[in-house]
């Protein structure tokens, strides 16, 4: 991408902060353990490109470390912070006083099987909810917007951590007001933790924010003075909120400090509504990396790829092997372009990266980056050169299968009428329950989505579901097609969130047992925050 003014003040804000120069190209070698045992002295890393240096998990602070157990109280509020370095910013953020420690969106980590009890206290102006994405848990604590709490108001939750091991996040769930609240800041992750993870942990010695790195992935724009601007416009709301600069770890064009060996990177897009097509380069030359894991957990085995695609609230977790790395080297994390198909007015696919449709301003006016655009998101410059004997291992896990099911689907189907978007042809309704599954019960869902569309990321709250099948896919999405029922890598696994593209159909198979007393009500909605706060969502009842 080309800088422009506002590229123009990051960085000069940046080169404030100390960093600015040349970063190196990146050069693979076959060498032997004496070579890659040689210790470099190496210059400081001066990178004007990325020249901030990313905000890793630590003690305190933004995404500092809780590991979580018994009660504690989560806050969110408003704040100051350097997106920006040496900027300072308002935006919101859950905070928690742990032990003298601040953290903000704190990175919370448990075992399964933890007993949690966490007080919510709204200190914004306006109502909130935490939903915890991803987590197997009864309505009432499940930050349905049913429960939005006023200003100033608390909620509480308790629950048992019954998931397996996967990076999961939190996040704000109000009606309307979603969209905005993320992307004023309010997002953390959440990792749990189990015997399978423990042993992958040791096998390839990870630790948490050293070698084994969260990567959230926003989009954002800026005003002059560095401070996040959110007015989307009534297009914006229809087709999702994109920001010009692009964020990890709410870090502008990080960079970070690698040795030759293996690093694990949980990598969500936490962005209202950009998709990424993930890859990691040398030059033009795109580098193997292996997925080991998506929404829920890792997979039976390593995936060797190029590409993923990655769509808003999935998560992707990855392997990237440096071992054959020089200090000096350095290689870039991107989103390579791709198609966005915005074909919601009924428009011809164009064929271009970036898409005609994913730009709704004149050229040069746009205040955003299109979907669908090339993007350099981060820069790995590898520094150190270590011996590292670790094998990746041949097998992960060993997840559950799906359950068979002999019914017909249920069909789920997505499209717009009147500039509202829909599912099954309704819009949001809090009280009504138009979708009811009996408790116990396994259902195959057929999710259509219509040809005159954009993709949709579709979440079910409460539940884990397992792909089946893609038909229709659009070409550079079957191109990445493992066998005949079209599933990419990022399909595998346990999921809670499935893409869905115009025209394609989707096939998913969930298991709706739990062990909660009564009726259940959770949610189906599309994760772009825009079509979620415009109503695509519906309530879903588990009836006893």
Partial sequence: MSANPRRKFLIAAAATAGAAGIAGALLWHRRSRDERAAQVELPPVRDPEFPNALRLPGSEGMYGVLDAAGA???????????????????????????????????????????QLRIKFWNALEETSIIHWHGFKVDSNNDGHP??????????????????????????????????KQVYLGLAGLFIVEDDEEIALQKALDLQLGETDIPLVLQD??????????FAPTADENSQGHLGKEMLVNL??????LAATRVYRFR????????????????????????VIGTDGGLLERPYPVKE???????????????????????????????????????????????????????????????????????RIHVRRQTVYDKAIPKTLSRPERAASVQ????????????????????????????????????????IRNADHSMPHPMHIHGFQFRVLAREGSPEQVHGLALDERGLATSDLGWKDTVLSWPGETVRIVT??????????????????????????????KVAT
């Avoid at 909660?516 to 079509?531: I, W």
């Fill in 511 to 540: 298991d709706f047992s739990h062990p909660f007393l009564g009726d259940q009500v959770y949610m189906v909605h599309c994760h772009n925050l825009e079509h979620e706060d415009g109503g695509m969502m519906l309530n879903l």
């Fill in 72 to 114: 504690f109280t989560m806050v969110a509020k408003p704040v100051r912070h350097a997106l920006v370095p040496g900027t300072p910013a308002q935006m919101l953020a859950y905070e928690i006083e742990h032990q003298g420690r601040t953290l903000l969106n704190p990175v919370l980590r448990v075992r399964t099987g933890t």
């Fill in 308 to 378: 993923a695609f990655l769509a808003p609230s999935e998560r992707l977790d990855i392997l990237l092997d440096l071992r054959d790395a020089r200090p000096g080297d350095s290689v870039t994390l991107a989103s390579l372009p791709f198609d966005p198909m915005h074909h919601e007015d009924g428009a011809a696919p164009s064929g271009n990266a970036g898409g005609e449709h994913a730009h709704h301003g004149a050229p040069g006016e746009s205040p955003y980056t299109p979907d669908g655009a090339e993007i350099e998101l981060m």
């Fill in 407 to 446: 019914t017909k689907p249920r069909i789920i189907t997505l499209d717009r009428s009147r500039g509202v978007w829909r599912i099954n042809g309704a819009s949001y309704d809090m009280k009504a329950t138009p979708i009811v599954v009996k408790r116990g019960d396994t259902e195959v869902w057929e």
């Fill in 220 to 229: 954002r724009r800026f005003d002059d003075s560095g401070q996040l601007v």
């Fill in 146 to 179: 049913h429960y939005a709490v006023a200003a100033g108001a608390t909620y509480d939750y308790s629950f048992t951590v019954t998931n397996r091991a996967a990076t999961y996040w939190y996040h704000p769930h109000p009606h309307h007001l979603t969209g």
């Fill in 251 to 256: 870090t502008p064009r990080p960079h970070m």
């Fill in 267 to 290: 990598v969500l897009n936490g962005s209202n509504a950009r998709m990424f097509r993930l890859a990691f380069r040398s030059g033009e030359r795109l580098l193997d990396y292996h």
